[in-house]
């Protein structure tokens, strides 16, 4: 079975990025993050952003607000962002505090610094084909396949999961023309998930449900990507029961240690693009 490392493909393309914009002189490139109250997880995460994006070698802004902050101030601060021309790109850290609408708040985030891939216009921008970023999470998945050689044309993928965050761009990815999977769409009201898994020679979890998928669902051979994760008693876990899975699957993401370090390549490698799409990077 090959373990596909999410850890070590991460390091790899970290340090492409750094010799990229090495090569090209070093021009600065900046990543905002916008974090609202004082939620510990969303501070680490915030924090690990930052480190990742000095590894990689651009610089990163960090603005806080309290927890107490209007709407309007929210807004406000993310439209300075938008048209300050040394920032690139744009993370929201969401979820925002209650009683914060964050819709209009991602509104403002004009597609080529939308480094999350969130906001309509790159979600229409995704499902038309058109330059643009793509979400971080379902990008990585696409990242693992490509670099560990998994083979996509003519294959069949099933995706457990529709979210607009995850699911639902993983699909798009996938059937996209030059990957060119044949890709089903599963979700909670999916009949026999079991059987429409086993089809799968990749299988992305994205459902959110603790250890769901088993040896059962998975073809022999088949490319198995976790995406869940689940705060459980005996601690963090995916979607994938690693233990029965490993025994069949061909391919395998680690839990931790797959997808979650290619998410936050993922946000590095949306950012250089971004200061390329504003002409602030050329190679
Ligand atoms: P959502 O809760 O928005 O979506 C979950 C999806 O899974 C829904 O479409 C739901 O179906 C489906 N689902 C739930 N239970 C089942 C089931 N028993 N069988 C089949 N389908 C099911 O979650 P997200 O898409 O935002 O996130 C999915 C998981 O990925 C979460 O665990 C999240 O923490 C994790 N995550 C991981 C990241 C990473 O970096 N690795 C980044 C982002 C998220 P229905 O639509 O019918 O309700």
Same mark, same amino acid.
Do not use: A, F, Y
């Given at each position: 079975m090959k373990l596909l490392d999410g850890v070590a493909l991460r390091d790899q393309l970290v340090a492409e990025l750094r010799q990229r914009i090495e090569a090209a002189g070093s021009p600065p490139v900046c990543l905002a993050t916008v974090l609202v109250g004082d939620d510990k997880p969303s501070q680490i995460y915030v924090r690990n952003k930052h480190k990742m994006a000095a590894a990689a070698g651009m610089i990163s802004k960090q603005v806080e607000l309290p927890a107490s902050a209007t709407q309007a101030e929210v807004e406000d601060t993310v439209a300075g962002l938008a048209a300050d021309p040394t920032v690139h790109g744009i993370l929201c850290q969401l979820p925002l505090p209650d009683g914060l609408d964050p819709e209009p708040v991602l509104a403002l985030i004009p597609y080529q610094k939308d480094v999350d891939g969130l906001t309509e216009v790159s979600m229409g921008r995704l499902v038309r084909g058109l330059p643009g970023h793509v979400g971080c999470t379902p990008l990585g998945v696409m990242r693992l396949l490509e670099r560990y050689d998994i083979p996509t044309a003519g294959r069949r993928a099933v995706v457990v999961g529709r979210s607009t965050l995850v699911g639902l761009p993983q699909v798009l990815l996938l059937g996209r023309k030059g990957v060119d999977a044949t890709v089903t769409l599963a979700h909670s009201r999916t009949r026999d998930l079991v059987e429409v898994c086993r089809e799968a020679d990749i299988l992305v979890a994205a459902a959110g449900q603790a250890r769901m998928i088993t040896a059962a669902h998975v073809k022999p051979g088949a490319a198995v990507l976790d995406v869940g994760i689940s705060r459980t008693a005996s601690g963090i876990v995916g979607d994938v029961d690693f233990e029965s899975v490993s025994a069949v699957a061909g391919a395998l993401t680690p839990m931790? !240690? !797959?997808?979650g370090p290619m998410t936050i390549a993922c946000l590095m490698e949306n950012t250089l693009a971004a200061a390329r799409m504003l002409g602030a990077f050329a190679d």
């Open positions: 931790p !240690g !797959g997808t």
